[in-house]
């Protein structure tokens, strides 16, 4: 483990169940908010949304992270992942910056995009969006957006990108944090996406099914990161893992069996090939995210396994929280 990463906090999010109620056929926003207050309350870090239109329908992240924002104080909030293409890269700069103001500086954006299936590129099609060359379409949405939430300055307003040219852009609301919020890149291990990581974004959300392969990719990040003149500590390393809490393991393997299923139309088996997941008792899912924490992760981020997750909110916290926390000082 590097200095870098063992000398940074622990901070430990939850996932917002949109998705979920979209499977279970509601889109109600109390329930979210409810969520979102308990979460504060049983000492979780930050809370997260996933974005989607038609392929995995479900709430828009930043508009559900406004109303989480105005209920909670302390949580960090963030999406993972947002879509950046699914929006024009204007409106989009437009609203993170509202949002940054609504959660008064607690904002981080981990993007996507766009996971690789026909749905996804059936998606950018019904907005007009390029499904080509869009992981470097993202990087200029993002080089976009960070110009547009610098102070005002002569000659700034005019971006001329790859893919995308703007105009006015100083005319644009400042996020509440100067700067804007931390981009984060939401991708896997492969030698493009760790050196877009350590080039351009302020934090990689992986979901890496081996702590192994995270310690590896983790340290490539570090090294191409200080070989582009960045400052250690400049990236934060962050996991995307899925949990299914129950002490008879069978049982949370069913439910993580039967959530996936629904969630993806595929197989446990076939997820688990390339994504993260853990399942059992709290201690058991703790000592698998451990792994994680010893090969570098500082902050993670954990979906609920299951279409009805609340109930498992107060294990995770009462045994994971205090466990990892513990392993990372």
């Given at each position: 483990?590097?200095?870098?990463?063992?000398?940074?906090?622990?901070?430990?999010?939850?996932?917002?169940?949109?998705?979920?109620?979209?499977?279970?056929?509601?889109?109600?926003?109390?329930?979210?908010?409810?969520?979102?207050?308990?979460?504060?309350?049983?000492?979780?870090?930050?809370?997260?949304?996933?974005?989607?239109?038609?392929?995995?329908?479900?709430?828009?992240?930043?508009?559900?992270?406004?109303?989480a924002?105005?209920v909670?104080?302390?949580?960090?909030?963030?999406?993972?992942?947002?879509?950046?293409?699914?929006?024009?890269?204007?409106?989009?700069?437009?609203?993170?910056?509202?949002?940054?103001?609504?959660?008064?500086?607690?904002?981080t954006?981990?993007?996507?995009?766009?996971?690789?299936?026909?749905?996804?590129?059936?998606?950018?099609?019904?907005?007009?969006?390029?499904?080509?060359?869009?992981?470097?379409?993202?990087?200029?949405?993002?080089?976009?957006?960070r110009?547009?939430?610098?102070?005002?300055?002569?000659?700034?307003?005019?971006?001329?990108?790859?893919?995308?040219?703007?105009?006015?852009?100083?005319?644009?609301?400042?996020?509440?944090?100067?700067?804007?919020?931390?981009?984060?890149?939401?991708?896997?291990?492969?030698?493009?996406?760790?050196?877009?990581?350590?080039?351009?974004y302020?934090?990689?959300?992986?979901?890496?099914?081996?702590?192994?392969?995270?310690?590896?990719?983790?340290?490539?990040?570090q090294?191409?990161?200080?070989?582009?003149?960045?400052?250690?500590?400049?990236?934060?390393?962050?996991?995307?893992?899925?949990?299914?809490?129950?002490?008879?393991?069978?049982?949370?393997?069913?439910?993580?069996?039967?959530?996936?299923?629904h969630?993806?139309?595929?197989?446990?088996?076939?997820?688990?090939?390339?994504?993260?997941?853990?399942?059992?008792?709290?201690?058991?899912?703790?000592?698998?995210?451990?792994?994680?924490?010893?090969?570098?992760?500082?902050?993670?981020?954990?979906?609920?396994?299951?279409?009805?997750?609340?109930?498992?909110?107060?294990?995770?916290?009462?045994?994971?929280?205090?466990?990892?926390?513990?392993?990372?000082?």
């Open positions: 483990m590097s200095t870098t990463a063992s000398s940074s906090p622990l901070r430990i999010g939850v996932l917002l169940p949109t998705r979920e109620q979209a499977i279970s056929g509601s889109f109600a926003a109390a329930p979210l908010l409810d969520f979102a207050r308990q979460a504060e309350d049983l000492g979780f870090d930050s809370l997260w949304a996933g974005d989607s239109l038609t392929a995995r329908p479900r709430l828009d992240p930043l508009v559900v992270l406004s109303a924002g105005a909670t104080e302390r949580l960090g909030l963030g999406t993972a992942a947002l879509t950046p293409a699914l929006r024009h890269p204007l409106i989009g700069a437009n609203m993170a910056a509202s949002l940054d103001h609504v959660c008064a500086g607690r904002l954006l981990a993007l996507g995009s766009g996971f690789p299936m026909p749905e996804t590129e059936a998606e950018f099609a019904a907005v007009g969006a390029s499904y080509q060359a869009r992981g470097a379409r993202l990087d200029d949405i993002a080089a976009l957006w110009q547009a939430w610098r102070e005002p300055d002569a000659g700034k307003g005019v971006y001329e990108g790859r893919f995308w040219q703007a105009r006015d852009l100083d005319r644009l609301p400042r996020p509440a944090r100067p700067g804007g919020p931390p981009l984060w890149l939401a991708g896997s291990d492969t030698p493009r996406v760790l050196e877009r990581v350590a080039r351009h302020d934090g990689w959300l992986p979901f890496l099914p081996r702590p192994e392969a995270y310690r590896r990719a983790w340290a490539q990040i090294e191409l990161s200080a070989a582009a003149g960045r400052a250690p500590g400049a990236v934060t390393p962050g996991l995307y893992a899925t949990l299914t809490v129950n002490d008879d393991a069978a049982a949370a393997q069913a439910e993580l069996e039967h959530y996936i299923t969630y993806y139309g595929a197989s446990l088996e076939q997820m688990a090939a390339f994504q993260a997941y853990a399942w059992g008792s709290a201690q058991a899912c703790a000592d698998a995210l451990a792994a994680y924490v010893r090969a570098g992760a500082r902050h993670l981020v954990i979906r609920i396994g299951s279409l009805t997750p609340q109930p498992q909110l107060k294990q995770l916290a009462d045994v994971l929280l205090p466990r990892l926390k513990e392993i990372s000082a």
